[in-house]
């Protein structure tokens, strides 16, 4: 596997080895002990999310303010352009944000610390993106940043379509007034 850094370098790429021939291809999508190996992070994870989305679809951007939540994501079909906003007052990168190109194709995976605003945008026709995460979803703690803060600036690669949002992500709060980390 190969650990790539992002601009904010707590969020990392990875990319597993892929051995493939005329019959497909073969990967191990995750192994603790390489993670924890090939990243220095001792984390466990405590459940399995699997989300199937259509075209133009944007989820997030999610965190839990309480029980923050780690997350190894990948895109085992179609394509997302995935996104992590720090969150954590205290860091250098505080209000930054990073996107990425997951897809069944490239078989990247994207690791994103506790203390992120999490969300992704489907680029293709259909998209089904599997995550793992460090803590217990908790509703009562989750909180959503509104997708296109100005003050983010987030450039989504919507062309010149327009986002399908749920209620709660059209609600999302901005940067300035939403519950961050210490």
Known sequence: MKVTPTEIPEVLILEPQVFGDHRGFFMESFSLRVFRDKTGLNIDFVQ???SASGA?????LHYQIQQPQGKLLRAVVGEVFDVAVDLRQSSPTFGQWVGV???AENKRQLWIPPGFAHGFLVTSERAEVLYKTTAYYAPEFDR???WNDPDVGIVWPLGEAEPILSAKD???VCLKDAEVYA
């Open 56 to 60: 133009h679809i944007l989820r997030g």
């Open 101 to 103: 190109l997951l897809s």
């Open 170 to 172: 059209e609600a999302g």
């Open 48 to 50: 399995d999310n699997h």
């Open 144 to 146: 959503t940043l509104l």
